[in-house]
């Protein structure tokens, strides 16, 4: 049966519990021990956070607060706060009290969810900021404080008394009320900049997107488990894993944290996922590492596999060529080499879902060559978030794919993507300037520059409030560059600047293991990454590295001066928005004496600055 053909989610969920009682639903790590709930027992626990929230009070149509890293009790007091009638207001784990105090007083949520006594902690030093909570709900048990009192789910749910037919009446005949018009959702976007604007989804947004998604996607959605480790507070893992998985009767698995992923693929064996760009690159990255550190004869074996496998998947998935005797020697090489690497993430994954930024060509093609094919994806919060994406017999390893059903694009003037489809957006909620600024006759201004050929392909150029225009007038797109950079084994992040500038400058982050093991190798004495960073000799690799890097680009598009810093960009550094994006302006303001030192520089060619003090 069709998404589309029921009224919300809950709706869905409620009917699976007939189609798919005793089969897992959730899996989630506790002591080391992955457990997991049958679709009836995750149900049954909707039921009960239901139960509680109408017992406190809560009423159809209220906002309700989620304060939490992934885990079974976000999936709970989700569905339970939409059984209940209630919109989900989901709050970053990362952010900090006060953020989370502008996110609950805009939305004027009454109840909030959150993970730990950490979390807690934060709403508590903001408790005077945010007067209109009611009722402070956490997941785990601990002391909360007298003035600002906690309850635990369980508590709320009332766990041990089970769910009566009276209640059970009650909650599902308000499920049936849920609407495809209501609000499902007001998510709170990361931003880059400026205040963080509350999105208005409804249950009509996600349902088609989830299914008009699946659909072009075209992989099999039966028997399917996805590990989740993209935040919740993302529409991008929410729609994308969480509830596609779900709404299809398929197994969802919380992986531990985003440092623990690689173990927990290797633990859970998922056959699909949803990711950004930065697995990929470690995974990228990881591999060719181990590379380094084989036997000559081994990396040239490899070496070979790969080119077998280049000229494979191009021909298979790209022109659509015969591929004879090729398809042999790939089948050679994928039992000698490539299986032997999807064994190390489980060995059942059948594709990866890529979305939040664009993923560079190579690292999307070697995934495709090691048979973990990687589908790329764009949307927005505003969309949903799918607008375009990959799929069987539609990929180009640069591209994002090919609209949506429903969905229109065009291309604005000055190469801005406008979308218009059923998955956009009702508005920002109160914030109606915004809104008129950001919809225009039924099309959404998406903010980012685009391209798209004659077969309907679309192509992410970058951001459009990011686009460099050098003092020499020269538009440059620093993501493609940046992309670049992370290829090489001894960076983890960079970032590329020069607007109004006349050249470009770069600081870039060290990939420490690749750069310890180097200076182990050339007998490089150092105290911490801070003084080797700044050590002539890996002053002078990195400078080797961006030279070679250079030869691909005309010179306006060079890096003329770099400067390494110890410290990878991160979401608790400040770098990073919750999805992993750069945040230009936090890192120009962070690294400003540094930026200000590589415009001072005089001489010619790429060199590394002299240490800042």
């Known amino acids: 049966m069709s998404i589309m053909s029921y009224q919300s989610i809950p709706a869905v969920l409620k009917d699976n519990v007939k189609k798919f009682g005793k089969k897992t639903a959730i899996s989630y790590k506790k002591k080391g021990v992955f457990l997991s709930l049958t679709y009836e027992e995750f149900y049954e626990r909707i039921l009960m956070l239901a139960r509680g929230l109408r017992k406190c009070g809560m009423t159809p149509g209220d906002k309700v607060a989620i304060f939490s890293e992934n885990r079974l009790g976000w999936a709970i007091s989700d569905f339970g706060i939409q059984s209940a009638g209630g919109i989900t207001v989901p709050i970053y784990a990362t952010n900090t009290g006060k953020q989370a105090a502008y996110v609950i007083n805009h939305c004027e949520a009454r109840i909030v969810f959150c993970s730990t006594k950490g979390q807690y902690e934060k709403l508590y030093s903001v408790k005077d900021q945010i007067p209109n909570v009611d009722l402070v709900i956490s997941y785990e048990r601990f002391m909360g404080h007298r003035s600002f009192p906690v309850f635990t789910q369980s508590q709320l749910s009332e766990v041990e008394t089970p769910i009566s037919a009276e209640d059970r009446q009650q909650i599902e005949e308000q499920i049936a009320q849920i609407t495809p018009d209501d609000l499902i959702t007001i998510i709170y976007t990361s931003g880059t900049t400026g205040v963080p604007k509350g999105?208005?989804?409804?249950?009509?947004?996600?349902?088609?997107?989830a299914e008009y998604g699946s659909e072009q996607l075209g992989m099999p959605q039966k028997d399917m488990t996805t590990?989740?480790?993209?935040?919740?507070?993302?529409?991008?893992?929410?729609?994308?894993?969480?509830?596609?998985?779900?709404?299809?009767?398929?197994?969802?698995?919380?992986?531990?944290?985003?440092?623990?992923?690689?173990?927990?693929?290797?633990?859970?064996?998922?056959?699909?996922?949803?990711?950004?760009?930065?697995?990929?690159?470690?995974?990228y990255s990881r591999v060719y590492e181990g590379v380094s550190q084989m036997p000559p004869s081994r990396q040239k074996i490899f070496h070979r596999a790969m080119e077998i496998g280049r000229e494979y998947v191009n021909k298979k998935y790209i022109t659509n060529e015969p591929l004879g005797l090729l398809g042999l020697k790939y089948k050679l090489f994928d039992r000698l080499v490539f299986k032997k690497i999807r064994a190390r993430f489980g060995g059942r994954l059948t594709y990866f879902l890529c979305g939040g930024a664009p993923l560079d060509k190579t690292i999307c093609e070697f995934m495709w060559i090691i048979g973990l094919p990687v589908f790329n994806g764009y949307g927005l919060t505003e969309t949903s978030p799918g607008v375009a994406i990959s799929g069987v017999g539609k990929v180009r390893f640069d591209s994002v794919g090919k609209a949506l059903r429903e969905t229109e694009l065009k291309l604005a003037p000055d190469g801005e993507l406008l979308v218009k489809g059923p998955q956009v957006m009702l508005g920002y909620y109160k914030n109606d300037e915004a809104t008129l600024e950001s919809l225009q006759d039924g099309w959404f201004k998406t903010g980012d520059i685009a391209r798209i050929d004659e077969e309907g392909f679309v192509y992410i150029v970058d951001r459009k409030k990011e686009l460099i225009v050098t003092a020499g007038g020269k538009n440059i797109a620093p993501q493609p560059i940046e992309n670049e950079l992370k290829l090489d084994k001894y960076i983890s992040s960079a970032i590329v600047f020069g607007d109004r500038k006349p050249y470009l400058v770069a600081v870039i982050t060290p990939n420490v293991e690749t750069l310890i093991d180097y200076a182990r190798g050339e007998n490089i004495s150092y105290i911490d990454i801070e003084e080797l960073v700044h050590n002539t000799k890996i002053k002078e690799l990195y400078a080797s590295r961006i030279k070679a890097l250079n030869k691909n680009y005309p010179p306006y598009k060079t890096i003329k001066y770099f400067a390494v810093v110890a410290n990878d960009f991160s979401i608790e550094g400040g770098e990073l928005t919750p999805t992993l994006k750069l945040k230009r302006k936090v890192i120009l303001e962070k690294y400003k004496d540094i930026i200000e030192d590589l415009y001072a520089t005089k001489g010619n060619g790429v060199i590394a600055p002299k240490k800042n003090n």
């Open 199 to 209: 999105v208005l989804l409804t249950q009509r947004n996600i349902m088609i997107n």
């Open 227 to 283: 590990l989740s480790f993209l935040p919740l507070s993302h529409v991008l893992e929410r729609t994308g894993g969480y509830y596609v998985t779900l709404m299809n009767g398929n197994h969802l698995a919380f992986a531990e944290n985003a440092a623990a992923v690689m173990e927990n693929m290797a633990e859970v064996r998922p056959t699909s996922m949803v990711s950004v760009p930065r697995l990929f690159e470690k995974i």
